[in-house]
């Protein structure tokens, strides 16, 4: 086997040695470990900034002074100078604004996905289940949805009734239904982590084919 490229080895080394560093962190927590995440965070947060300036901030700042739109621009630039004095713990206040916009159009935008993109198709789901083929089926389906997105929605009504001297209790109706949505909602936890250590495991084994592969090439091209 010809040699590997110098950049291909030195990025194959720091590859296996930050990999290595990581799987550190099954002994506990190191210094070793927290190094690479360190640098891991400090690389992706460089990258993730360069971008969004390069690809976001400038490209639409340079559209709107090509477009003479000064009034806007203004105060785009007013809220980006608000949210730069976050950096100094004395003038943080200044940016609670800024903050306050991007929270909320997140908030917003959080909310809007979430009826459109989920409660309205469940919705709508429910609504043409009846007409499908296999009727007994899809009602099922459809009625364990809508019980579902129900009960989940109820647990998180926090609305109690203040009684003199004792503590504040949510009406027994809405706590029988919340504890159902509890157990919809605990089984898609359990989905989720399923899947997140399945993909771990996979992600681990491919990393330990990785680091196998590439020592393995090292000692043949040497």
């Given at each position: 086997m010809?040699?590997?490229?110098?950049l291909?080895?030195?990025?194959?080394v720091l590859a296996v040695v930050f990999t290595l560093l990581?799987?550190?962190?099954a002994?506990?927590?190191?210094?070793?470990?927290?190094?690479a995440?360190?640098?891991?965070?400090?690389?992706a947060?460089g990258?993730t900034?360069?971008?969004?300036?390069?690809?976001?901030?400038?490209?639409?700042?340079?559209?709107?002074?090509?477009?003479?739109a000064?009034?806007e621009?203004?105060?785009?630039?007013?809220?980006?100078?608000l949210?730069l004095?976050?950096?100094?713990?004395?003038?943080a206040?200044l940016g609670?604004?800024?903050?306050a916009?991007l929270?909320?159009v997140?908030?917003?935008t959080?909310v809007g996905?979430?009826v459109?993109g989920?409660?309205?198709p469940?919705a709508?789901n429910?609504?043409?289940s009846?007409?499908?083929?296999d009727?007994?089926?899809n009602?099922?389906?459809a009625?364990i949805i809508v019980v579902g997105t129900?009960?989940?929605?109820?647990?998180?009504?926090?609305?109690?009734?203040s009684i003199?001297n004792?503590?504040?209790?949510r009406?027994?109706?809405?706590?029988?239904?919340?504890m159902l949505g509890?157990?919809f909602?605990?089984?898609?936890?359990s989905?989720?982590?399923?899947?997140?250590?399945?993909?771990?495991?996979?992600?681990?084994?491919?990393?330990?084919?990785f680091?196998?592969?590439?020592?393995s090439q090292?000692?043949?091209?040497g």
């Open positions: 010809a040699d590997l490229p110098i291909d080895t030195i990025g194959g990581v799987l550190f962190y002994l506990g927590d190191n210094p070793f470990t927290r190094l995440l360190h640098i891991f965070i400090g690389a947060a990258y900034c360069a971008i969004a300036i390069k690809d976001v901030l400038l490209p639409n700042l340079l559209a709107m002074f090509q477009s003479g000064m009034i621009l203004g105060i785009v630039m007013a809220f980006i100078v949210l004095t976050k950096i100094s713990p004395r003038l206040p609670n604004p800024s903050t916009l929270v909320g997140g908030a917003a959080a996905g979430a459109l989920t409660i309205f469940l709508t429910v609504g043409t009846s007409v499908q083929q009727f007994f089926g009602f099922l389906s009625g129900v009960t989940t929605l109820i647990y998180f009504h926090f609305g109690a009734k003199p004792q503590i504040p209790t009406n027994q109706v809405i706590e029988w239904i919340g509890k157990v909602i605990v089984t898609s936890f989905v989720v982590f399923a899947g997140v250590l399945s993909a771990s495991i996979l992600a681990l084994v491919d990393r330990l084919y680091i196998w592969d590439f020592i090292l000692l043949v091209a």
